[in-house]
């Protein structure tokens, strides 16, 4: 049987209803809570010297820079409005504007900002406020004057005090009011890049006081020009500077085996991760080069892979030439040294001598397992390589016209120069002659005395047999996976050995002993 409730019972009933309805309306309320966060400053405030970034949403954080005077202000927000408040350093309220959020963002243009200004900003939603962030502003670019006693500006009427081929010192001064000079771009004889920070290729820190020195070595002689570009720590930069100064050819250039930019220093050369061409002086207390030849110059657009062999010249000094031979092309290009080592000319396809198809060996260079130049062994400058094919070593000497090579000899018949990588060092400073080479199954390094005759021939019965020489050092091809010399780097009269390890790291050494490590290539 079922009972119907009385009146005032459903009354209470619902009255129960209704108020829990009313104690549920604050839940969702708190659903849609209004929020504001992630504030943020386009282009963001940051260090053009280092390439760090920050919005300095806190009382501590050094404010960055940025370089305009009507930066956009950004959050993330919800709600109908987010308003947004700027003040100066003094506490003063400089600008102040509304947003309606979208898509979960709100953003205003800032205006009424100062160059050099610093600023502390917040923005507010409903009852949520950010915290206060922090920017300052240089819209102004840095100047920047450029001197030199080495090379003074052509329109000074200043005595050069160093020749081409010679390193130079100039000085960059430049000043900035409000966020100080960070960098300085700089090419000489080129154009300047684009694009890129501080840390970008041909760019100098500046000092505190926006000062910096370059060391460059011109290396054509007559009228060259450097051009510099000052970048501030708000990424504003100035008009470059195109300075002119004169470079006066060397009337006695400086001469030694193996040195390629003519300051009488040898020179490792060897590609870059890029397939560019460094130029390391075999002194240097870092792999830094001192020079770079773009990709684009060698053979097929880069020098990566090439086997590059330099020691003597012809026709003109002091700088090696350059000789490069991808392994198995029938081609070897010779690059003629007229540019201090620049090598940035048109090459030369060499012909192999005439004298092979007697001597029975092959027309082309594409047999070449193993290509070094052991310098000037016939009269004159003129280089002399030394090459294993077929497990044999072959002698090209005293090249002619053109470089054509006019006398060739085999140096071994049995096949054995196969398991082993050649290393030329050179002349030391008695004149006797040396080749050095690492059996690759064992690492060990050997060496074998060329001698000189009284004729001025050279004596090359100990090249018959590669297990002849005499050990000197194990380099494993594991941990030395590539070895080479350029001759005497260090100048105590020895020729000495150079190395890229596993890491990536050149070595130079003291002979063959004491390796120096350089640091990483790039």
Partial sequence: ?????????????????????????????????????????????????????????????????????????????TGDRARFTIKDSGGRKVFAAAATPAAGAAAVAATGLVDGGTYSWFARSGGQQ????????????????????????????????????????????????????????????????????????GTVLAAADGSATLRIKPTQWGTNVLQVQAFDNAGNAAQPVAYTFYAPSDPNPPSAPGDVNGDGVPDILLPDAAGNLQVISADAATATPSSTTPAAYGPLQTWAGRRLVHRGWDNHAPGDDLLAHEPGSANLYLYRNLDAGAFQGSATLLARPSGCAAAGCATDWSQADQLVSLGALGTGTRPSLASVEGGDLWLFTNPGIMYRYNTVKRLSTTGAWAGYDLVAPGAAADGSLALWSRERATGALRTYPVVKNADGTYDFSALADPASGSVVATLPVADYPTLGSSGDGNGDGRPDLYAVNAAGHLLTFDGVTAPKDLGALR
């Fill in 1 to 77: 049987m079922f009972r119907t409730s009385s009146p005032r019972r459903l009354a209470s009933a619902v009255a129960v209803v209704f108020a829990a309805g009313l104690l549920a309306a604050p839940a969702a309320s708190a659903a849609a809570e209004v929020k504001v966060s992630d504030p943020a400053v386009l282009p963001g405030p940051g260090f053009f010297a280092t390439g760090a970034h920050t919005d300095a949403c806190d009382a501590t954080t050094v404010p960055g820079w940025i370089s305009t005077a009507t930066p956009q202000l950004t959050v993330h927000a």
């Fill in 130 to 201: 950010t915290a206060d962030c922090h920017f300052r502003v240089d819209t102004t670019a840095p100047s920047l004057t450029v001197a030199s006693t080495d090379f003074p500006s052509s329109d000074s009427g200043g005595t050069p005090q160093k020749y081409a081929g010679q390193t130079g010192t100039f000085t960059l001064a430049g000043s900035d009011a409000a966020s100080g000079v960070a960098c300085y771009r700089y090419v000489l004889d080129g154009t300047l890049g684009t694009g890129g920070g501080c840390d970008a290729a």
